[in-house]
C-alpha cells in the first residue's frame, strides 16, 4: 500500500502510504510477530472485499476516507483499520465515530508492508483491496475495480486511476511500472486524467489503491515486511508476475489521492527505504538471464541515482541505504532462491513488460514536479 517522497524521484523513492508508517520503523529481530496484532471487537459481516487502510497518525484524513469506502456500491464491503501504533488518538477516534470499522491496534509501528498485512490477517472477504489514509474513493471504485479482475485469463490485480486530491485533472498514478534497469515509476504521473482513459494491461499496481483475491496475496506471501515501506507494491506485483498473474489497470475505478507530491519534501527517510528496497527488489525477483543481462545498466542507474540525490543533498541517506541493501544481501538472496524455484514464467515473459524509457519518464515528472511546488506555495 505502498507509497512519501516528491514524486520528482518516483523512479528513485517511492509515494505510496507514506501517511501510513512514516516515522521510526521498528528494530528487526525485537519478535516482528511478538508485538500483538489486537483488533478491536466488531462482529463480522459476510464480505465480498476487505478495504484495508493502514494509518499512523492520520486521523485527520480518516473522516474523508472512510466516508468514502461506506459510500460505496454494489458490493458488500468490510472495512479494516490498522493503526500502527498512533499517538494522535487515531484507534479511539475510529472507534467512536466508525463502529463498523474493524480497527486492529498493532503495539509498534510495522510500517505500510508490515501494517497491510496484519489487516489482511482479519480479513474476511474474498478479496483484500489496499487503500492509503489520504484518499477518497468515487462511489463506484470498487465495483469498478471487481469487474476488472479477470482470473480465468490471469488478471488477478487490479489498480486504479489514481487521480490529485486538489486537482482531479491531473494523474498521481495510472499503475506501476518497472524499468528494466531496476528503477520504478509511477505510469501517467502528472499527465492530464485524458492520457489514461483506458483499462489496460499493466506491469504492477500501486498500493496506494488497488485489489486482489485474498488467496493471491497470501500465496505469493504478502507484502515483504523487510522493506517496511517504499516500493513494496512493485516487490509484491514483480512476485505475482512471476507466478504467472497479470495486472489490470482500469481506468473507472478513481480514486482522489491528497499525495506527498502536494507536499513537495524528500526525506532521508524515504530516500533510504526507497534506495535500499530498489536493490533488494531487484536483487530477489528479476530472473537469473534478466539479472545479467541488464546488469551493467543497474549500476550505471545506480551512479545517475547518486548523482540526483547529491544535488538534492541527500547524498548521505543515499549512500546509508546502499550499504544497508548489502548489508541484508545474503538474505535478500535466501528469498530469492524461493521466489526464482515457485515461479511459473522466466526472463521471456517478463522482459516485454520492463520499460527503458527512464530518461524522458524523469524529465517529464521533474517538470511536473516543479510546477506543482510552485502552484502549491502560492496558493
Same mark, same amino acid.
Given at each position: 500500500?505502498r507509497?512519501?517522497?516528491?514524486?520528482?524521484?518516483?523512479?528513485?523513492? #517511492? #509515494?505510496?502510504?507514506r501517511a501510513a508508517?512514516?516515522?521510526?520503523?521498528r528494530?528487526r529481530?525485537?519478535?516482528?510477530?511478538a508485538s500483538?496484532? #489486537?483488533p478491536?471487537?466488531r462482529p463480522?459481516?459476510p464480505?465480498?472485499?476487505?478495504v484495508?487502510?493502514v494509518?499512523?497518525?492520520?486521523?485527520q484524513?480518516l473522516d474523508v476516507?472512510?466516508?468514502s469506502?461506506e459510500?460505496q456500491?454494489?458490493?458488500a464491503v468490510e472495512?479494516i483499520?490498522?493503526?500502527?501504533?498512533?499517538t494522535d488518538?487515531t484507534?479511539e477516534y475510529?472507534?467512536?465515530r466508525?463502529?463498523r470499522?474493524k480497527?486492529?491496534r498493532?503495539a509498534?509501528n510495522?510500517?505500510?508492508?508490515?501494517?497491510?498485512?496484519?489487516?489482511v490477517r482479519?480479513a474476511?472477504?474474498r478479496f483484500?483491496?489496499? +487503500?492509503?489514509n489520504d484518499?477518497?474513493a468515487?462511489?463506484?471504485?470498487?465495483e469498478?475495480?471487481?469487474?476488472?479482475?479477470?482470473?480465468a485469463?490471469?488478471?488477478?490485480?487490479?489498480?486504479?486511476?489514481?487521480v490529485?486530491?486538489?486537482?482531479p485533472?491531473?494523474?498521481?498514478?495510472a499503475?506501476?511500472?518497472?524499468l528494466?534497469?531496476g528503477?520504478?515509476?509511477?505510469?501517467h504521473h502528472g499527465e492530464?486524467?485524458s492520457?489514461?482513459p483506458?483499462?489496460?494491461?499493466?506491469f504492477?499496481v500501486?498500493?496506494a489503491?488497488?485489489?486482489?483475491p485474498k488467496?493471491?496475496?497470501?500465496?505469493?506471501?504478502?507484502?515483504?515486511e523487510?522493506?517496511?515501506?517504499?516500493h513494496e507494491?512493485?516487490d509484491?506485483s514483480?512476485?505475482?508476475?512471476l507466478?504467472?498473474y497479470?495486472?489490470?489497470y482500469?481506468?473507472?475505478?478513481i480514486?482522489?489521492?491528497?499525495?506527498?507530491?502536494? +507536499?513537495?519534501?524528500?526525506?532521508?527517510f524515504s530516500?533510504?527505504?526507497?534506495q535500499?528496497?530498489?536493490?533488494w527488489?531487484y536483487?530477489k525477483?528479476?530472473p537469473?538471464r534478466?539479472?545479467?543481462a #541488464?546488469l551493467?545498466?543497474h549500476?550505471?542507474y545506480?551512479v545517475a541515482?547518486?548523482?540526483h540525490?547529491a544535488?538534492?543533498g541527500?547524498?548521505?541517506?543515499y549512500?546509508r541505504?546502499?550499504?544497508?541493501a548489502?548489508?541484508g544481501l545474503?538474505?535478500?538472496l535466501r528469498?530469492?532462491?524461493a521466489i526464482?524455484r515457485a515461479?511459473r514464467v522466466?526472463?521471456s515473459?517478463?522482459?516485454?513488460?520492463l520499460?527503458?524509457?527512464?530518461l524522458?519518464t524523469?524529465?517529464?515528472?521533474k517538470?511536473?514536479?516543479?510546477?506543482?511546488r510552485?502552484?502549491? +506555495?502560492?496558493?
Amino acid at each position: 500500500m505502498r507509497s512519501s517522497a516528491s514524486s520528482t524521484t518516483r523512479g528513485f523513492v #517511492t #509515494t505510496c502510504g507514506r501517511a501510513a508508517w512514516r516515522g521510526r520503523p521498528r528494530t528487526r529481530g525485537r519478535g516482528r510477530r511478538a508485538s500483538p496484532c #489486537t483488533p478491536m471487537s466488531r462482529p463480522r459481516v459476510p464480505a465480498d472485499i476487505s478495504v484495508i487502510i493502514v494509518t499512523w497518525n492520520g486521523r485527520q484524513h480518516l473522516d474523508v476516507c472512510l466516508a468514502s469506502v461506506e459510500a460505496q456500491r454494489g458490493v458488500a464491503v468490510e472495512t479494516i483499520v490498522v493503526d500502527n501504533a498512533s499517538t494522535d488518538g487515531t484507534a479511539e477516534y475510529v472507534g467512536g465515530r466508525f463502529p463498523r470499522v474493524k480497527l486492529v491496534r498493532l503495539a509498534e509501528n510495522r510500517g505500510f508492508a508490515g501494517g497491510s498485512n496484519a489487516g489482511v490477517r482479519e480479513a474476511s472477504g474474498r478479496f483484500v483491496a489496499f +487503500l492509503n489514509n489520504d484518499t477518497s474513493a468515487d462511489p463506484g471504485w470498487l465495483e469498478a475495480l471487481r469487474a476488472g479482475v479477470d482470473e480465468a485469463s490471469g488478471f488477478a490485480l487490479v489498480t486504479s486511476r489514481i487521480v490529485y486530491m486538489h486537482d482531479p485533472d491531473i494523474i498521481d498514478s495510472a499503475g506501476d511500472g518497472v524499468l528494466r534497469w531496476g528503477g520504478a515509476f509511477k505510469r501517467h504521473h502528472g499527465e492530464p486524467a485524458s492520457a489514461a482513459p483506458d483499462t489496460r494491461e499493466v506491469f504492477g499496481v500501486c498500493g496506494a489503491a488497488c485489489m486482489m483475491p485474498k488467496a493471491v496475496f497470501d500465496g505469493i506471501g504478502g507484502f515483504d515486511e523487510d522493506f517496511f515501506a517504499s516500493h513494496e507494491d512493485v516487490d509484491l506485483s514483480y512476485r505475482a508476475r512471476l507466478r504467472g498473474y497479470r495486472c489490470r489497470y482500469v481506468a473507472d475505478a478513481i480514486v482522489r489521492h491528497v499525495g506527498s507530491a502536494t +507536499l513537495g519534501t524528500v526525506s532521508a527517510f524515504s530516500v533510504f527505504h526507497g534506495q535500499r528496497n530498489l536493490e533488494w527488489m531487484y536483487v530477489k525477483d528479476t530472473p537469473g538471464r534478466l539479472l545479467w543481462a #541488464t546488469l551493467p545498466g543497474h549500476i550505471v542507474y545506480d551512479v545517475a541515482a547518486g548523482v540526483h540525490f547529491a544535488r538534492i543533498g541527500m547524498l548521505r541517506p543515499y549512500l546509508r541505504a546502499k550499504a544497508a541493501a548489502l548489508a541484508g544481501l545474503r538474505r535478500m538472496l535466501r528469498k530469492r532462491a524461493a521466489i526464482q524455484r515457485a515461479r511459473r514464467v522466466g526472463a521471456s515473459a517478463i522482459a516485454p513488460l520492463l520499460d527503458t524509457r527512464w530518461l524522458s519518464t524523469k524529465l517529464r515528472e521533474k517538470r511536473f514536479d516543479a510546477q506543482l511546488r510552485g502552484s502549491v +506555495l502560492q496558493k
